[in-house]
Nanobody, 117 residues
Framework: QVQLVESGGGLVQPGGSLRLSCAAS????????MNWYRQAPGKERELVAS???????NYAESVKGRFTISRDNFKNTVALQMNNLKPEETAVYYC???????????WGQGTQVTVSS
C-alpha cells in the first residue's frame, strides 16, 4: 500500500510560481514512477509530468519549459516546480505512484492550485 500526501497548493497570480510536494509513505518509493496530474472543473484529469524510478522525466507539451518534476528517493518525496502559471492551469493537482512493472496506481487526495489576479 502506498499513501501519498500533497502539499503546496494555493492562490497565485498569473505569471507566478508554486512548488507542489508529495510525500509517500512506502518502502517501495524508489521503484515507483511518480506522476503529477491535474483536473480542472468540468474537464478530464490530465497528465502533467512524470519521472521514472531512474529519473527520466516527461512533460505535457503545454508545460514544457515552465514546470520541473524532481524526486528525492531518500526522503520519499516528489516535487513539481511550476513557473509562469496561467489562469487556465487552475485545477486540483494530484500525485500518483505507479510501482515499476505493475498496473497499480495510487493517488493522493489532491491539492488546489488557483491562478487568478
Amino acid at each position: 500500500q502506498v499513501q501519498l500526501v500533497e502539499s503546496g497548493g494555493g492562490l497565485v497570480q498569473p505569471g507566478g510560481s508554486l512548488r507542489l510536494s508529495c510525500a509517500a509513505s512506502t518502502s517501495i518509493f524508489s521503484i515507483c514512477a511518480m506522476n503529477w496530474y491535474r483536473q480542472a472543473p468540468g474537464k478530464e484529469r490530465e497528465l502533467v509530468a512524470s519521472i521514472t524510478s531512474g529519473g527520466r522525466t516527461n512533460y505535457a507539451e503545454s508545460v514544457k519549459g515552465r514546470f520541473t518534476i524532481s524526486r528525492d528517493n531518500f526522503k520519499n518525496t516528489v516535487a513539481l516546480q511550476m513557473n509562469n502559471l496561467k489562469p487556465e492551469e487552475t485545477a486540483v493537482y494530484y500525485c500518483n505512484a505507479n510501482p515499476q512493472g505493475t498496473t497499480l496506481n495510487y493517488w493522493g487526495q489532491g491539492t488546489q492550485v488557483t491562478v487568478s489576479s
